[in-house]
């Protein structure tokens, strides 16, 4: 187990590597002058003197690999330079500032995903081919057919506006979570209602379910064994719902101007802050590589069958 | 995304619809409320000596010696000013009742140290032609300061009257005498005072209690980012927010639709700048006057104005409105007439082989490159609109949509056939606009290189930039208009307007002559 473990680690360095590097060229590989867009962000129109002075500053009159170990090794200090629009804040201060908001909002969201789709799941699968059944499947069907910000703007149009309910957006205590994480959480709680009632349906045909029921067991523990037995790719695949949810959250945080890293991504995209961007690709590369090496490790260690493998 | 924007336009038709919400929220205001607006991104560092704030917000706390108005420049923070004979030297006479929102004199010190703080960073503002002009400044005594040249620049009050750089921070808020590297805060003498910002979130403002003019009738301000355009619209609708302000905020689609809204109010400002295509005469397709005369002729504005803009923008006749300084000059504008277009052509040398198809010369096709923006779904829609018509008359229009910085990339290169384009607005317009003509700027300077007067066209501009006598300004104004106008290097297409909707009880919305300014101080319920 120890030797998986650390062969997954050192797995895991090669790949860390790669990320930084793309992130890193990815950017550089736009056809536009960081200089010159650095002066254009802030609005000053650029001329060639404007453009060397600037050029300077950012340390781009250096060679590529010069930059992109420097960057790195920066990087690996948490230091990521300073915002182009913002010369006067660092680029890990903004990911600081938002990277709060973006976790309680994921963390909310799975809450829901786990709150709504095990008992849907269970009920639909003990229910299964009933008119309940056959809601969940048809709803479970549209949650994962419509696009998120179609969602949104339904949910704020209902709620927020045509009910007065709750606010339309930004951060203003509890209540401005409950629309923004319901439309982040519907995708992923169709896929788990749909996932976990079919391996319910699987796991219930196994001899031990029969040997069970024979054994005159009541069906509340019946239904416990299935479900244990069946959350074992569900654990897996909501391991990595945890980076999705935290990097696909940028939809839902522009419509509903919550402050998180989403929306400092996509206003670093349109004022092609450079910094920023670099910044936000590697942390989010590094968090699916962290979060799948952990779901690796996790699921290894608690299946008794590939604990004996290894 | 069209589909998109439409279904989002239905959602938004269905809440207009609905009138729930709106009469509790309206009953609820109380007569001291505060004024919320909509903007797409957060107010960032309102340094007035740098360009990376929001310019409404910096607008609201700092202030400027002059002002631009619709009848042109007067005075503010100073009550007057003279001008030496050989229109080099500006004495201004400061306005003794001013302080501070920190409770600093505003005097002539604190104006010098201001206008130090600015040339110091000399770099930063060359885009302003007359910061390479100013020779010094000086204190002459508490409350009289004088500005002198190097040579005669006329358009220097308007310069010194625009939002930034030449506004006026607290010296203590400057850091060693310097704005450069930042400052400690944003303290200025302006109507309102920046009370708390949270970041990407809200910006609160509220009156400066020591203001020396006319005390703004709301309170406080609530400046709340929201950057979705229709989650901007639901939040108006449910009286979260009261005002969205701006062409960058509201699209054309948005305002017809609101404009029918019994709900909520909406205005337009009068034209601020115009919207234009430029064509490059340096071109081997485009180096005959006749042909990019033929193609103002194929240019239907009127059809552009109400089919792409529902109106809102109006045809525009000329590159520079007759409305903006020193632009009347009595030119005949291009009817839309493909008959006119095809004689031009005819003469020019191009012969239309068959209907539909490319006219052709020494066996090379009528074929021009036409670059836009792929972020703006206007200038595709213009561009699509442009290839069906010009085709009808033999022109081949390729379109290409580019990255905006790439495109820009290629504007200053010259490496277009047709472009879009857009003047500067006013007040910029037409002294930075035509400033931009003679050096490489935006893609002006190349597109007039292949003109036969482009050396007495840049000349006439340095000309008229340093000229002190009124009407030999026009006189060059009116020759330069007529040359640029006949040799057809710019093809104008609608005045572009500044644009508002807000709620129905708030009055006085009105439109400072910078699109980039809200008058907020004028506003009220």
């Known amino acids: 187990m120890r030797r998986y473990v650390l062969s997954r680690l050192l797995a895991a360095v090669p790949l860390l590597l790669g990320v930084s590097f793309l992130a890193f060229v990815l950017v550089t590989l736009i056809p536009a002058d960081p200089a010159e867009v650095a002066l254009r962000v802030n609005e000053i129109i650029p001329s060639p003197e404007l453009i060397e002075l600037q050029r300077k500053e950012l340390g781009l009159d250096q060679p590529f690999w010069e930059r992109y170990v420097r960057w790195l090794g920066n990087s690996l200090r948490l230091d990521f330079g300073h915002s182009y629009t913002n010369h006067h804040r660092t680029v890990a201060g903004e990911l600081g500032r938002c990277l709060p908001a973006t976790l309680s909002l994921a963390g909310v969201s799975l809450l829901f995903v786990v709150g709504a789709s095990i008992p849907l799941a269970v009920a639909s699968a003990m229910t299964r081919d009933s008119l309940f059944d056959r809601l969940v499947r048809t709803l479970v069907f549209f949650g994962t057919a419509m696009p998120n910000y179609w969602v949104a703007f339904l949910a704020i149009w209902l709620f927020a506006v045509h009910f007065d309910l709750l606010p339309t957006g930004g951060d203003e205590g509890w209540r401005s979570y409950l629309l923004p994480a319901f439309t982040l959480s519907m995708t992923y709680i169709s896929t788990y209602v749909r996932l976990i009632r079919n391996t319910m349906l699987a796991v219930m045909q196994e001899p031990f379910v029969l040997y069970a029921r024979a054994r005159g067991l009541p069906e509340a523990a019946v239904v416990r064994h299935v479900l244990k037995n069946s959350l074992q ?20 945080e522009n419509i509903f101007a919550w402050p998180g890293v989403g929306r400092l991504c996509v206003s670093a995209i349109f004022n092609r802050d450079y910094p920023v961007i670099q910044a936000y690709v590697l942390m989010m590369g590094v968090l699916f590589i962290v979060c799948n090496l952990l779901v690796d490790i996790i699921s290894a260690m608690i299946d008794p069958r590939r604990q004996a493998e290894l | 995304m069209r589909w998109k924007r439409r279904f989002c336009a239905a959602l938004i038709g269905m809440a207009l619809c609905c009138g729930a919400g709106s009469a509790q929220a309206a009953q609820a205001k109380a007569a001291d409320r505060e004024l919320v607006l909509a903007n797409y991104r957060d107010i960032r560092n309102l340094n007035p000596h740098l360009y990376s704030g929001e310019i409404f917000a910096q607008n609201l706390i700092f202030e400027s010696l002059v002002i ?46 201001n206008f130090d703080a600015i040339l110091a960073n000399g770099e930063r503002h060359t885009w302003l032609e007359m910061i390479k002009l100013m020779d010094k400044v000086e204190a002459v005594d508490d409350h009289t300061l004088r500005i002198t040249l190097k040579e005669p620049y006329y358009p220097f009050l308007i310069e010194i009257g625009v939002t930034r750089p030449f506004r006026f921070i607290s010296p203590k808020s400057m850091k060693d005498g310097s704005t450069k590297d930042g400052v400690t805060s944003y303290v200025g003498t302006g109507p309102y005072v920046l009370a708390d910002n949270k970041v990407d979130q809200v910006a609160t403002f509220t009156a400066n209690d020591k203001y020396w003019g006319k005390k703004p009738a709301v309170k406080t301000l609530k400046a709340r980012v ?10 108006l609708k449910k009286g979260e927010i009261d005002l969205i302000y701006g062409t960058n905020l509201l699209d054309a689609e948005t305002m017809r639709q609101m404009e029918t809204s019994k709900e909520f109010g909406t205005a337009l400002s009068k034209p601020l700048s115009t919207r234009n295509i430029l064509i490059n005469s340096s071109r081997p397709n485009l180096g005959d006057k006749r042909v990019r005369q033929a193609l103002q002729h194929l240019t239907d504005r009127k059809a552009v104005s109400e089919g792409i803009f529902n109106g809102i923008e109006s045809p525009a006749d000329f590159v520079l409105a007759p409305t903006v300084p020193y632009c009347n000059v009595g030119l005949t504008p291009y009817a839309f007439s493909h008959a006119k277009a095809d004689a031009l052509l005819d003469a020019a040398g191009w012969k239309q082989p068959a209907p539909g198809k490319p006219r052709e010369k020494d066996g090379k096709p009528l074929a ?22 010009f085709l009808k008359s033999g022109v081949q229009l390729n379109l290409h949509g580019e990255e905006e910085q790439a495109y820009r990339d290629r504007m200053k290169a010259g490496d277009f056939d047709i472009v879009h384009n857009i003047s500067w607005g006013t007040p910029y317009d037409p002294q930075s606009f035509i400033g931009a003509m003679v050096r490489t700027v935006y893609g002006d300077y190349k597109a007039q290189l292949g003109l036969p007067d482009k050396q007495k066209i840049d000349e006439t501009i340095r000309a008229i930039l340093v000229s002190t006598d009124p009407a030999k300004r026009q006189e060059m104004f009116t020759w330069l208009l007529t040359t640029l106008h006949d040799e057809a290097v710019y093809l104008p297409l609608t005045y572009q307007r500044n644009r508002a909707v807000f709620t129905k009880d708030l009055k006085n919305v009105t439109f400072n002559p910078s699109q980039f300014e809200i008058p907020l101080e004028k506003m009220a319920f």
């Open chain 2, 226 to 235: 929201i950057p979705d355009n229709q989650a901007r619209l639901l939040a």
């Open chain 1, 233 to 252: 790719s569900s654990l897996t695949a909501l391991g990595m719902s945890v980076p999705q949810l935290i990097a696909g959250s940028f939809v839902v």
């Open chain 2, 368 to 389: 021009l490159e036409l670059y836009y923006n792929s972020n703006s779904v206007t200038e595709k829609d213009i561009s699509e609109y442009l290839q069906a018509e």
């Open chain 2, 68 to 113: 631009n108005t619709e009848k042109g420049v007067e005075p503010w923070l100073a009550e007057g000013w003279t001008v030496s004979d050989d229109g080099k030297a500006y004495t201004f006479f400061l306005r003794k009742d001013v302080l501070f929102s920190d409770g600093e004199k505003f005097d002539a010190k604190a104006a010098k140290l």
